[in-house]
């Protein structure tokens, strides 16, 4: 059986954690940012995991992951 393939976009924003879950990073950090509070800009910084729902999804796009 050939290898699979791994969705590249996917890997490029969904990191597998130790424990198999999916981390991600939070959106809306690219512009707009002088009218967002430094308190929203500070936790859109932290990484945030996969719902539990999406996480299936996901790693069917990264099958070595």
Partial sequence: ???MKTNRAAAKRFKVTGSGRIRRSKG???HCMQ???K???RRLRKNDMV???MEKRVK???PYG
């Fill in 1 to 3: 059986m050939p290898k």
């Fill in 28 to 30: 809306g950090l690219n």
């Fill in 35 to 37: 009218e967002k509070s």
């Fill in 39 to 41: 308190k929203r800009l």
């Fill in 51 to 53: 719902d539990s729902a």
């Fill in 60 to 62: 069917l796009l990264l």
